[in-house]
C-alpha cells in the first residue's frame, strides 16, 4: 500500500499562499491517489451538504469537489473521541487544584512556539520541515507527561483505530487528509502497521494557486494598500473576486460602486467555491439597503434562507437584514 499523508490547517490556508487549497488539490493530483482519506469528517456527514460547515475548509473550498468532478472516492474515518468532555475536564482539574503546573507551563511555552510559527506566512517546506515537527515535539511531551487518555484526548490510541480502518479500504494508492494535531501519531500508527507513510513535495505553482493566493489574501479588508489589492482582483474574472471588490470599496465607503459590481455579479453564475452563495447574496442585501433598495433587500436576505447551505455568519446576518434594514456603523475615529 501507498500512501501520503497530506496535513490540513484550517483557516491558515487562506494565511499561507504557498499552502493554500489549490497547492493542497494539485499536489494530490501529482500524486495520483486512487481515494481520499478523510480523518476529520464523518462518513454519515458527506451525506447532506452540513460536512461543508468543517473548520478543514480547504476540503470544502477545492478538494472533495475536485474529487467529486474526478469520481476519485473518498471515506469519512473520523475517529471520534470516546469522552468528548474528558480532555477540557482533565486540565481544568489540573488548574483548579494546581497540580503539575511545572509541566502546564512547560506544554504551554511550547504551545506558544507552534502559536508564534503559524502565525507567520509559511511556505510548503516551512510547514513540513518546521510546523510538523513542532507540532510531534509538543504531542510528545504531553503524552510523556500524562500517557494517552484524557490528556491526550486518546489521540495515539485513535490513531492506531484509524489505521485498522485505513487497511481495510480496497486500495493500495491512499492520500490521508488529516489535522496538523492527527498527522503525527497517525504516521507512527502507519509505520507501526509495517507501512511507510510519506508527505508529498511542494508541487508546481500552477496559475489557478496564484490566483487563489489573491482571492485568499483579499479576505483581509485591513489591507495596507487597497487600491493594489483591487487591482490584482480586476484581472480574475470570477463572482468571488467581485464580491471580495466590493466588500473592499464598502470598506471605505464607495457604496454605490460596491452596490453596481455586486448587482451585476449576481447576475452570473456565482455558485463557487461553496461560501460565496450564502456571502455574495448576504452582502447584496445589505448593500441594497445602503442604496435605498429595501424590497430587493429582502429578497437577497430571503435568498439566502433559501439555499442548500449557507454559512452560518451569512444565515445570521440576513435574519438581522430580514427584521431591519442595514447601516453602517458610525467610524469612530
Given at each position: 500500500?501507498?500512501?501520503?499523508?497530506?496535513?490540513?490547517?484550517?483557516?491558515?490556508?487562506?494565511?499561507?499562499?504557498?499552502?493554500?487549497?489549490?497547492?493542497?488539490?494539485?499536489?494530490?493530483?501529482?500524486?495520483?491517489?486512487?481515494?481520499?482519506?478523510?480523518?476529520?469528517?464523518?462518513?454519515?456527514?458527506?451525506?447532506?451538504?452540513?460536512?461543508?460547515?468543517?473548520?478543514?475548509?480547504?476540503?470544502?473550498?477545492?478538494?472533495?469537489?475536485?474529487?467529486?468532478?474526478?469520481?476519485?472516492?473518498?471515506?469519512?474515518?473520523?475517529?471520534?473521541?470516546?469522552?468528548?468532555?474528558?480532555?477540557?475536564?482533565?486540565?481544568?482539574?489540573?488548574?483548579?487544584?494546581?497540580?503539575?503546573?511545572?509541566?502546564?507551563?512547560?506544554?504551554?511555552?511550547?504551545?506558544?512556539?507552534?502559536?508564534?510559527?503559524?502565525?507567520?506566512?509559511?511556505?510548503?517546506?516551512?510547514?513540513?520541515?518546521?510546523?510538523?515537527?513542532?507540532?510531534?515535539?509538543?504531542?510528545?511531551?504531553?503524552?510523556?507527561?500524562?500517557?494517552?487518555?484524557?490528556?491526550?484526548d486518546w489521540l495515539r490510541a485513535r490513531a492506531h483505530t484509524l489505521t485498522q480502518s485505513i487497511l481495510n479500504l480496497p486500495h493500495q494508492h491512499l492520500a490521508i487528509l488529516a489535522s496538523l494535531e492527527q498527522a503525527p501519531f497517525l504516521e507512527d500508527a502507519l509505520r507501526v502497521a509495517g507501512l511507510n507513510p510519506h508527505y508529498l513535495?511542494?508541487?508546481?505553482?500552477?496559475?489557478?494557486?496564484?490566483?487563489?493566493?489573491?482571492?485568499?489574501?483579499?479576505?483581509?479588508?485591513?489591507?495596507?494598500?487597497?487600491?493594489?489589492?483591487?487591482?490584482?482582483?480586476?484581472?480574475?474574472?470570477?463572482?468571488?473576486?467581485?464580491?471580495?471588490?466590493?466588500?473592499?470599496?464598502?470598506?471605505?465607503?464607495?457604496?454605490?460602486?460596491?452596490?453596481e459590481i455586486l448587482e451585476e455579479a449576481s447576475h452570473h453564475d456565482f455558485s463557487e467555491p461553496y461560501f460565496l452563495p450564502s456571502y455574495l447574496l448576504t452582502r447584496l442585501g445589505q448593500l441594497r439597503d445602503l442604496t435605498g433598495r429595501r424590497s430587493l433587500a429582502l429578497k437577497a436576505y430571503q435568498a439566502v434562507k433559501a439555499l442548500?447551505?449557507?454559512?452560518?455568519?451569512?444565515?445570521?446576518?440576513?435574519?438581522?437584514?430580514?427584521?431591519?434594514?442595514?447601516?453602517?456603523?458610525?467610524?469612530?475615529?
Amino acid at each position: 500500500m501507498k500512501l501520503i499523508i497530506l496535513p490540513l490547517l484550517g483557516g491558515f490556508h487562506l494565511r499561507f499562499p504557498q499552502y493554500n487549497s489549490i497547492s493542497l488539490r494539485d499536489a494530490l493530483a501529482s500524486f495520483h491517489t486512487e481515494a481520499l482519506v478523510v480523518t476529520v469528517i464523518e462518513a454519515a456527514e458527506f451525506k447532506t451538504s452540513n460536512w461543508q460547515h468543517t473548520e478543514e475548509i480547504a476540503l470544502a473550498m477545492s478538494i472533495i469537489p475536485w474529487a467529486r468532478l474526478k469520481k476519485i472516492p473518498y471515506y469519512g474515518l473520523l475517529e471520534k473521541s470516546p469522552d468528548p468532555k474528558a480532555f477540557d475536564d482533565f486540565y481544568r482539574y489540573l488548574k483548579e487544584y494546581n497540580y503539575d503546573a511545572e509541566k502546564l507551563t512547560k506544554l504551554a511555552r511550547h504551545y506558544k512556539d507552534i502559536e508564534e510559527l503559524i502565525a507567520q506566512s509559511l511556505d510548503w517546506q516551512q510547514v513540513h520541515q518546521e510546523l510538523l515537527p513542532k507540532m510531534r515535539f509538543y504531542l510528545e511531551m504531553r503524552e510523556n507527561y500524562f500517557e494517552d487518555g484524557p490528556a491526550t484526548d486518546w489521540l495515539r490510541a485513535r490513531a492506531h483505530t484509524l489505521t485498522q480502518s485505513i487497511l481495510n479500504l480496497p486500495h493500495q494508492h491512499l492520500a490521508i487528509l488529516a489535522s496538523l494535531e492527527q498527522a503525527p501519531f497517525l504516521e507512527d500508527a502507519l509505520r507501526v502497521a509495517g507501512l511507510n507513510p510519506h508527505y508529498l513535495p511542494p508541487p508546481a505553482i500552477s496559475e489557478e494557486a496564484k490566483e487563489r493566493a489573491i482571492l485568499d489574501f483579499a479576505f483581509n479588508l485591513d489591507h495596507p494598500n487597497p487600491a493594489n489589492v483591487l487591482a490584482s482582483l480586476k484581472t480574475i474574472n470570477k463572482a468571488e473576486a467581485r464580491y471580495h471588490e466590493a466588500n473592499i470599496l464598502l470598506r471605505h465607503n464607495h457604496i454605490r460602486e460596491a452596490w453596481e459590481i455586486l448587482e451585476e455579479a449576481s447576475h452570473h453564475d456565482f455558485s463557487e467555491p461553496y461560501f460565496l452563495p450564502s456571502y455574495l447574496l448576504t452582502r447584496l442585501g445589505q448593500l441594497r439597503d445602503l442604496t435605498g433598495r429595501r424590497s430587493l433587500a429582502l429578497k437577497a436576505y430571503q435568498a439566502v434562507k433559501a439555499l442548500d447551505w449557507a454559512a452560518q455568519e451569512a444565515l445570521e446576518v440576513a435574519e438581522q437584514g430580514l427584521k431591519e434594514a442595514f447601516r453602517l456603523e458610525p467610524d469612530s475615529s
